[in-house]
């Protein structure tokens, strides 16, 4: 079944220290992952997103995930979190089965608290 | 360019009345998504349409419809609404019809059914 887990509803780290958000998969063949953000009472935005090539992606406000394949993760990192970091965190992947490659399937999402 | 736009930000309804949460983009996308976000469940793919005229049902389409008569509009009815259906609704638009491109999404819409 194709499937995205993000197994920790809510992750806590002090300000400056570094932060993961973890995300595995299950897809058939080669995934196309991403990472969205939802700050309250808006509406999702993209972070970053992996297709092909290096297996470290960077994306927009210094966060950063790597792709490993033997591991089927895409875990989330930054090496300094702020406070304005503090937000809900949604891994996504493409549904890789053939007339379903339109769809994505997101992860349960991840509580991210940033503490001063 | 006021990309994808939501109305009602809230709405309350009681059972069975029926109402219709708008959606509309300016950025010429094909392919148009609602999501419906519940506590613990992460984001449900209700229904989604890869072009003007033509729909598809997503994970969770039972009591909703849709329909796409323009490229720029793609409106979610509920036709009987239940208290099952109290969650928060996403539009979300992308360009393309394949999913490696990224979504852009609207501030939602907050639907509570008593």
């Known amino acids: 079944a194709q499937s995205v887990a993000q197994p920790e509803d809510q992750v806590k780290v002090a300000e400056g220290n570094p932060l993961t958000v973890k995300c595995t998969y299950s897809v058939s063949g080669n995934p196309y992952l991403f990472w969205y953000v939802q700050y309250p009472n808006r509406g999702l935005q993209f972070l970053l997103k992996y297709i092909t090539g290096d297996n470290l992606v960077k994306g927009s406000y210094g966060f950063e995930a790597e792709f490993n394949k033997s591991q089927t993760s895409f875990h989330l990192k930054k090496p300094s979190a702020l406070v304005s970091d503090s937000a809900l965190y949604f891994c996504a992947v493409r549904h890789s089965v053939s007339g379903a490659t339109n769809k994505l399937i997101f992860g349960t999402g991840t509580l991210l608290a940033v503490q001063p | 360019n006021a990309g994808v736009t939501q109305t009602p930000k809230f709405q309350v309804l009681k059972t069975g009345q029926s109402m219709t949460l708008q959606c509309a983009q300016d950025?010429?996308?094909?392919?148009m998504s609602w999501y419906r976000q519940d506590p613990g469940m992460g984001l449900r793919l209700i229904h989604y349409?890869?072009?003007?005229?033509?729909?598809d049902q997503g994970e969770v389409p039972n009591g909703y419809n849709v329909s796409r008569s323009t490229t720029e509009d793609f409106p979610l009815r509920l036709l009987s609404a239940a208290p099952s259906q109290t969650s928060v609704y996403f539009c979300a638009s992308r360009t393309g019809t394949q999913g490696a491109n990224v979504l852009t999404f609207g501030a939602g819409s907050r639907l509570t059914v008593l």
């Open positions: 349409s890869v072009g003007a005229g033509i729909t």
């Open positions: 950025m010429n996308h094909e392919y």
